[in-house]
């Protein structure tokens, strides 16, 4: 089957670090993306992991584990501005797809 | 210049009327796609096109049509709109399927009263 989950609801103080978990189950698995959408807006990329590791884009990174079906991205120095929901995505050669979580909705305070 | 582009953005209708939401990308992609997004935010899958072919069909209503006239266009064609219907709808392309960044419209948000 195909299966992604991830945390509904985070909240963060600006200035500090968060991390957005993300365990995925999927056949062809060919990636994990990561993206961001603003309310009312369309979801925008930000990261794309295939191989094991951590890649880091500025202020946010994005780690993969295949063997454990896990990612995470973290952002750092958090500002107001990064109050969004945050989408885990992975890709599926064999199916032909992107099949997105239910989303992480992150809410920064001053 | 927009790299997606959906007509209409909003669109309110009432209950068993047809529409269609048309989408175009510049991107030179080879494949597009149409998501729903409901109230939860949960972004699923509808169709899936490559090179003007169908490849991925969800499970959806066959009162969901897609139709790809080249591989730069895939539009959205609804008939007899139910209120379950109402949602944003997202295109998307990717140079292939399942393997490259998706990029995204500006959704359609279908009201149906």
């Known amino acids: 089957g195909q299966n992604i989950d991830q945390p509904t609801e985070m909240t963060a103080t600006e200035g500090a670090i968060v991390q957005i978990n993300c365990t995925y189950q999927?056949?062809?698995?060919?990636?994990l993306f990561w993206y961001q959408q603003h309310a009312g807006e369309a979801p925008t990329f930000l990261s794309y992991n295939v191989l094991d590791g951590l890649e880091e884009k500025g202020r946010f990174s994005s780690f993969l584990s295949r063997s454990k079906g896990y990612s995470y991205l973290l952002l750092k120095e958090l500002q107001m501005k990064d109050s969004a929901s945050y989408l885990c995505a992975a890709a599926s050669s064999s199916a032909s797809k992107i099949i997105f979580g239910s989303g992480t909705r992150l809410s920064i305070r001053p | 210049d927009t790299a997606v582009s959906q007509t209409p953005k909003y669109l309110v209708t009432q209950m068993g009327n047809d529409k269609s939401i048309k989408c175009e990308q510049n991107l030179g992609h080879d494949t597009m796609y149409w998501y729903k997004q409901d109230s939860k935010k949960f972004l699923k899958i509808m169709f899936s096109y490559n090179n003007k072919e169908l490849i991925i069909n969800e499970t959806v209503p066959n009162r969901f049509s897609p139709k790809s006239p080249d591989k730069a266009h895939l539009n959205l064609h609804i008939n007899s709109l139910e209120l379950g219907d109402s949602a944003v709808y997202f295109c998307?392309?990717?140079?292939?399927?399942?393997?490259?960044?998706?990029?995204f419209g500006q959704g359609t948000r279908l009201t149906v009263v």
């Open positions: 999927t056949s062809g698995f060919n990636g």
């Open positions: 998307a392309s990717s140079q292939e399927p399942g393997g490259t960044e998706a990029f």
